[in-house]
């Protein structure tokens, strides 16, 4: 059994300690905004934050996240109300298909946090998040508005 605090709520999870936290966050407790798209932490649409940290969730073992603040994109508005990243996206129109835009979010405002004026190298280094649809120029144009919110 698996202890963890997901979008500010406690879970319990029976599941096998290596179990993917992804699996765990889409399948036992049925957030599916958390994307799986290639289960080797690299294109990003799995990025969670744990403790505030951005982190691919298709590769950390549950186990790892016991214990530990967990939150997903349903959690990262506060009350219903948009974060200033997720109102830049919209303004920019960054999503095409969509499919990999909860983790770039998770991941850029992880960022915001750390560096709240990113530059571009800041960003180039930090996002490394992939979209298929190749909207790299709004998600960059989507960080600069969001940072001077």
Known sequence: MARLTINGKAVNVDVD?????????????????T???CGVAQCGACTVHMNGE?????????SAAEGKKITTIEGLANK???TKVQKAWIEHDVPQCGYCQSGMIMAVSALLKEKPKPTDADIDAAIT???RCGTFQQVREAIHAAAKA
């Open 129 to 131: 998040n992939i979209c």
């Open 80 to 82: 219903g109300l948009l």
């Open 54 to 62: 951005a982190l691919r969730s298709c590769a950390m073992p549950v």
């Open 17 to 33: 300690p290596n179990t993917p936290l992804l699996w765990v966050i889409r399948e036992q407790v049925g957030l599916t905004g």
């Open 35 to 37: 994307k799986y798209g």
